[in-house]
């Protein structure tokens, strides 16, 4: 029966922005380190010039995604070195034709380290975040730790680079935020509109798949539905303490005082932070969906000046990182699965809001796989612009 590790909080498994440091198992599609493994298999290329890189909270879901996105995209580094918490330190990881062993996490392991891709939860983040800018190492951050600190970039490279400016590897270290995984996917499919013509209201109702919520949620999501198929009943509740399959509910996020959680406060905090503007109202409902990988989105936006759907459809078709599926005829529109281990975000459903006056009123949908370009890719392409 699936079993998960003790250590291992429910807390801990359920938040977007961090896998925990001991997950061993990745989802399907993907480098496969089941857990009780002690190897997982990743090719990619070095070369001398390239910067030294490490990767921290290697063997969760995100931090496996790194050593793909990196090779996939061919990001040059001279020297790896693999970290993770002291329960996975020792595990064996092939990376590049060369079998690397996973190191515990510690102040020294910054020493001579040039860019550092963090996923391993907020209070890793503090911890050791620092640190690594003091020994002159650019972090790029996949938790909240950091977002919404004042003078900390929180970018998506294809919205707001400019964020990023003057930071150079070689240059002074410091500590870059990788937006949420549902901010990013919304701004991806908002920001050519805020560009052109201005968003004076967002709405966005989140439709968020296991992977958000870790490795070993995606496993009892499948251990739960093989249950509900076979036996009929939901037997395993380890990381939720209700049933997953063939249900959804309210993300697991803790509420705050204002009736949101936490999930839906940060699509509103950061948004403002990433265009740069107070000018805009934003409300989120964020769901828990049974779907394996990939977010999808439902956003309103009211303009601050009048677009035609025709020029809604060409300017976000025309966005870098954007594909549309809007085909009306066939009813055929974006799904996770057509997101799911995909660089682009999908976007359809683009057509007037008939409740409201002119042509002020938009919708739309749109599907990314969060943990590529909601998470992981998003991270390299930061470092990428590291060494621009």
Same mark, same amino acid.
């Given at each position: 029966?699936?079993?998960? @590790? ?13 896998? @925990? ?74 990376? *590049? ?7 515990? /996490? ?21 911890? $050791? ?33 400019? @964020? ?52 070993? @949620? ?12 076979? +036996? ?15 249900? /959804? ?29 107070? +000018?805009?109202?934003? =409300? ?27 020029? =809604? ?13 809007? *085909?009306?005829?066939?009813?055929? $529109? ?18 007037? +809001? ?14 990314? +796989? ?14 990428? !612009?590291? !060494?621009?």
């Amino acid at each position: 029966m699936f079993s998960v @590790a003790s250590h291992l909080t429910a807390r801990s498994a359920m938040n977007d922005d961090a896998v @925990a440091l001991n997950s061993k198992k990745s989802s399907k599609r993907r480098c496969k380190a089941s857990r009780g493994a002690s190897r997982t298999t990743i090719r990619a290329e070095k070369t001398k010039d390239g910067p030294s890189v490490c990767i921290a909270g290697v063997t969760g879901a995100v931090g496996q995604e790194f050593l793909r996105v990196l090779k996939q995209r061919n990001f040059p580094y001279s020297e790896m070195k693999m970290l993770a918490s002291k329960r996975s330190a020792g595990m064996k990881i092939e990376f *590049d034709g060369e079998t690397y062993v996973t190191e515990e /996490l510690c102040a020294e392991s910054f020493d001579g380290v040039d860019i550092a891709l963090f996923s391993a939860g907020g209070s890793i983040s503090k911890k $050791f975040g620092p640190i690594a800018v003091e020994k002159g190492c650019f972090v790029v951050d996949n938790s909240s730790a950091f977002r919404m600190v004042e003078g900390v970039p929180l970018v998506i490279p294809e919205v707001n680079p400019e @964020a990023m400016k003057g930071m150079k590897v070689g240059g002074k270290a410091a500590i870059i935020a990788n937006p949420n995984c549902s901010t990013i996917i919304a701004l991806m499919a908002t920001t050519a509109i805020q560009r052109k013509v201005g968003i004076e209201r967002m709405v966005v109702s989140t439709y968020q798949a296991a992977s958000g919520a870790g490795a070993l @949620a995606m496993a009892e999501l499948k251990q739960q539905t093989k249950e509900l198929v076979n +036996d009929g009943e939901i037997k395993t509740k380890e990381i939720f303490p209700w049933g997953y399959a063939f249900n /959804l509910f309210s993300h697991n996020a803790p509420m705050t005082e204002n009736g949101y959680n936490e999930e839906e406060m940060k699509m509103v905090k950061e948004t403002k932070k990433i265009w740069n503007t107070t +000018d805009i109202s934003i =409300a989120a409902t964020c769901i828990r969906v049974p779907v394996m990988r990939a977010h999808a989105e439902s956003i309103n936006l009211t303009l601050k000046n009048e677009l035609s759907e025709a020029d =809604a459809r060409k300017i976000i078709g025309e966005f870098p990182g954007v594909s549309l599926i809007d *085909d009306r005829a066939n009813n055929r $529109f974006p799904m996770p699965t057509d997101a799911s281990d995909q660089d682009d975000c999908y976007v359809g459903r683009i057509r007037r +809001d008939i409740s409201q006056k002119n042509n002020k009123g938009l919708e739309l949908f749109v599907v990314g +796989d969060q943990i590529r370009k909601g998470a992981a890719q998003n991270a390299v392409q930061i470092a990428e !612009l590291l !060494l621009k």
